[in-house]
């Protein structure tokens, strides 16, 4: 090969390839994929995060926690079997995520269904227990880092406990006259995660992914 | 004009004025190759001591594991392609670098940049986008400083005084184009003007998996065609087929990223791509090895000898081995079992430390010399180096697979509860921070011995250590295939 131009043509039309081919036709294909309204109620899903939780989702960013959490359910695994959801995840289920992290490592467990996971527990419980995993994970048996830097811990007012202080007991607890309050960061990732949860059955994507009626099966 | 034996006074003229930019992007690179490994080492305690510095918000983990990687890709791994790129083109083009001065200015404001994008990303900026974590304001810097860099590795070329265009050319030049193209397509596509939904997710997997086999390995292989011939004294074994290999090479990496997708909510036929591209492997895998093996052939014995040939050697068989485990880990069963496991990360680290990294040392092993007049002050740390480097990287890759597929194993296995993964995995785990300590010691032998040798206030008293042997040869720029 001596001819400088022919290299560089030959390398733009792979670029230009890679980039038609792996981008731009996905996009063409389901960029416009929006929300499902269901056919009975008139309801919309997914709906999108709510203001608390989208503010949740930048302190999911900011702290990496895509590092080691994925969020995506997958078939064929043992996803469904260790209950991180109920179904699948589709395409449909991130089209209003305004940021869109799958992850790549499971050193923690998904989180795609984190929401929906402890089942039909008041929401002020499920709070509770995502700020212990958070703050001291050891007090409710979990391995992962503490992020103790998203609590303050101070003084209690005589007579006015907080009523967002964590009831923490063991050697998570705070030191006598000392409770342990969520910050506004730590409300705000709490809300995103409960907001995590793909429940709605699409009824197309359920069509789609429904295994074909046996008397077809290698009808062709 | 094209003599492949170009005259040994014409070289060092060429030599000297690649000599500033090419020592202080080299400088720059050790500096954060030494801090990307002190970071790596930090991230990788952490995942068996979950409360190693979680106290400390900046090296939280979901902040340190990225920060380090970033800083390893683009502090390390940038600094050094910079630098022996442009090093590589002056000398294969027979041109010199001219008005290098403004390689100096680029490569200051690269290196803000990377400063800016590592603290952001400690400091909670982070997009959170894989090896796209640098917050926002540091991305036009970043493109800025490439542009500025890139543009004289490609006028060097265009002003090159040589009728062949020999292989190592090829990949530096397509290392050089790919990189702003993935880099601004997906910072538009991300961050600009964001793409909706898990298309978010194909970008990225472009992106990354780009870096790697467009950027970081073709890197790798254009510093291996150039030094074996050149150390050896003889032609690259079957030269005719190289076209072939880089041609087939080039365009199985630009379909590639879909094997980072397999199961993922995306449209099917973008995993299989990629898995399909996987399979075309093998044949530029085959092309390499009898170009590059074939070339050492049974010298085995005198390449060992050379601390740059035996680095470039690990560098071969790491990209040998990085193809193989590709293609066997791409296939959807296997990937299954294997994705979102600790061995993905080890296939990423083969191709940036084994493949590209190594062969790095290898040319500064080579280089610094030329360019400072004086020889490297301790073998002994060389040797220290190479051994650290090689059972390092060796004992990392084995960890990160072995333990990935037991990893993946038990997180398909539902009768194991998820809270005993983390333990079962622990041994692997600290098998791999064992392996970064080794690595990091490498590192600091390289460091001392490399501002030993390029700082201007040693008089070059030190003794003269000849370890890199083999005498200056003309290189033999593929001219015999060329015939």
């Known amino acids: 090969m001596k001819n400088g131009l022919l290299i560089f043509v030959g390398l733009f039309t792979l670029a230009a390839l890679s980039w038609a081919v792996m981008l731009l036709a996905p996009h063409r294909q389901y960029g416009g994929l929006g929300p499902a309204v269901d056919p009975v109620e008139g309801s919309v899903h997914p709906y999108g995060t709510s203001g608390l939780a989208a503010q949740g989702r930048l302190v999911y960013q900011d702290l990496g926690c895509a590092t080691c959490h994925t969020q995506q359910v997958r078939l064929g695994t043992a996803d469904l079997e260790r209950k991180w959801g109920a179904r699948p995840s589709y395409a449909r289920d991130y089209v209003k995520d305004g940021v869109v992290l799958l992850g790549s490592s499971r050193l923690g467990p998904d989180l795609r269904n984190v929401g929906a996971r402890l089942g039909d527990v008041p929401a002020a419980e499920y709070a509770e227990w995502f700020h212990k995993v958070l703050y001291a994970p050891s007090s409710v048996a979990a391995r992962k880092p503490a992020h103790p830097f998203l609590y303050d811990v101070r003084p209690v007012n005589p007579g006015q406990a907080s009523h967002k202080a964590l009831r923490l007991t063991g050697s998570a607890a705070p030191a006598a006259g000392f409770e342990v309050v969520p910050t506004p960061r730590a409300e705000a990732l709490v809300a995103y995660l409960t907001s995590l949860k793909d429940t709605y059955e699409y009824p197309d994507e359920t069509k789609r992914n429904a295994p074909p009626p046996a008397d077809q099966k290698g009808g062709h | ?483």
């Open chain 2, 1 to 483: 004009m094209n003599s492949p034996v170009s005259s040994r006074a014409e070289q060092e003229q060429i030599d000297a004025t690649t000599k500033w930019p090419v020592l202080a992007f080299l400088g720059s690179a050790v500096f954060w190759l030494v801090v990307g490994g002190v970071f790596q080492l930090g991230a990788s305690i952490q995942t068996h001591s979950p409360t190693f510095l979680a106290e400390c918000e900046w090296f939280a983990h979901g902040r340190l594991a990225p920060a380090a990687l970033d800083v390893l890709v683009y502090g390390w791994g940038f600094n050094a392609a910079f630098a022996v790129s442009l090093w590589l083109m002056a000398r294969l083009s027979l041109a010199s670098l001219r008005h290098g001065g403004w390689l100096l200015i680029a490569g200051k404001f690269w290196n803000i940049g990377v400063f800016l994008g590592v603290v952001g990303v400690l400091g909670g900026w982070s997009t959170s986008y894989e090896l796209l974590e640098f917050p926002r304001f540091t991305v036009l810097l970043l493109i800025a400083a490439y542009a500025m860099i890139a543009v004289w590795v490609v006028t060097t070329f265009s002003l090159r005084n040589t009728e062949n265009v020999f292989a190592s050319q090829w990949y530096l030049l397509a290392a050089a184009f790919f990189f702003p193209w993935l880099y601004s397509i997906a910072q538009v596509m991300l961050l600009k003007a964001p793409v909706a939904g898990t298309l978010q997710a194909i970008v990225d997997a472009w992106y990354v998996s780009g870096i790697y086999t467009l950027w970081f390995i073709p890197l790798g292989l254009a510093i291996a065609y150039y030094f074996l011939p050149k150390l050896l004294g003889r032609p690259i074994n079957l030269y005719y087929t190289a076209p072939l290999g880089f041609w087939w090479l080039i365009s199985c990496g630009v379909l590639l990223g879909g094997i980072r997708l397999i199961n993922a909510p995306v449209p099917v036929w973008v995993p299989t791509l990629g898995i399909a591209s996987a399979l075309l492997l093998p044949l530029p895998l085959v092309v390499v090895a009898l170009n590059l093996l074939g070339t050492i052939g049974r010298d085995a014995g005198r390449a060992a000898a050379s601390p740059t040939l035996s680095f470039i050697g690990l560098s071969i068989v790491s990209f040998l081995a990085w193809g193989v485990l590709t293609i066997v880990t791409s296939a959807r069963g296997v990937a299954t079992t294997f994705q979102f496991t600790l061995g993905p990360a080890g296939l990423d680290w083969l191709a940036l430390y084994g493949v590209f990294s190594t062969a790095a040392f290898g040319a500064a092993y080579f280089i610094v010399p030329r360019l400072t007049g004086r020889e490297w002050a301790s073998p002994a740390l060389v040797r220290a180096h190479f051994w650290s480097a090689a059972l390092g990287l060796g004992l990392f890759t084995v960890a990160s697979l072995v333990g990935g597929f037991k990893q993946g194993a038990l997180l398909n296995d539902p009768s194991v509860p998820f809270g005993d993964i983390g333990p079962a995995l622990a041994p692997w785990l600290a098998a791999r921070s064992v392996a970064l300590i080794l690595g990091a010691i490498g590192h600091l032998a390289f460091a001392v011995n490399f501002f030993w040798a390029a700082c201007p206030v040693n008089s070059g008293k030190c003794r003269p250590a000849v370890v890199s042997a083999p005498p200056d040869l003309p290189a033999p720029v593929g001219s015999e295939a060329h015939a």
